[in-house]
């Protein structure tokens, strides 16, 4: 069984910065994708960035420039930095995990992930 455990969220100056983490507990971390997603109220889940084994990144159209995702495998953690907020950015954020991924896959789609945290809340005031 794997957990997913995300920490960091903030209320943050519009122009500010973040920091999420995701501790994720499990033997297949290294073997894992992962993702983060976001979910603002009335909204869908919304893809925000990923990175694969072999640390290839995606990123959503409107993170792209601002967020940066990375990994840590002997931490077994995986990051979100958040440059440059604005408010639109406010939001439940998910980090999610993909076992046993191709090498250089990366996953941008809520179906393609088999575990997910329970979120962290960002909240960027203007």
């Known amino acids: 069984q794997v957990q997913l455990a995300e920490s960091g969220g903030a209320l943050v100056q519009a122009g500010g910065s973040l920091r999420l983490s995701c501790a994720v507990s499990?033997?297949?971390?290294?073997?894992?994708?992962m993702g983060w997603f976001r979910q603002a109220p009335g909204k869908e889940r919304e893809f925000v960035a990923a990175?694969?084994?072999?640390?290839?990144?995606a990123y959503g159209d409107s993170m792209k420039g601002r967020f940066t995702i990375s990994r840590d495998n002997a931490r077994n953690t995986v990051y979100l930095q958040m440059d440059s907020l604005k408010p639109e950015d406010t939001a439940v954020y998910y980090c999610?995990?993909?076992?046993?991924?191709?090498?250089?896959?990366?996953?941008?789609?809520?179906?393609?992930?088999?575990?997910w945290g329970q979120g962290t809340q960002v909240t960027v005031s203007s």
């Open positions: 990175i694969s084994r072999s640390e290839g990144r």
């Open positions: 999610a995990a993909r076992q046993l991924a191709p090498f250089t896959t990366t996953y941008t789609r809520t179906n393609e992930y088999d575990y």
């Open positions: 499990g033997p297949t971390f290294s073997g894992d994708a």
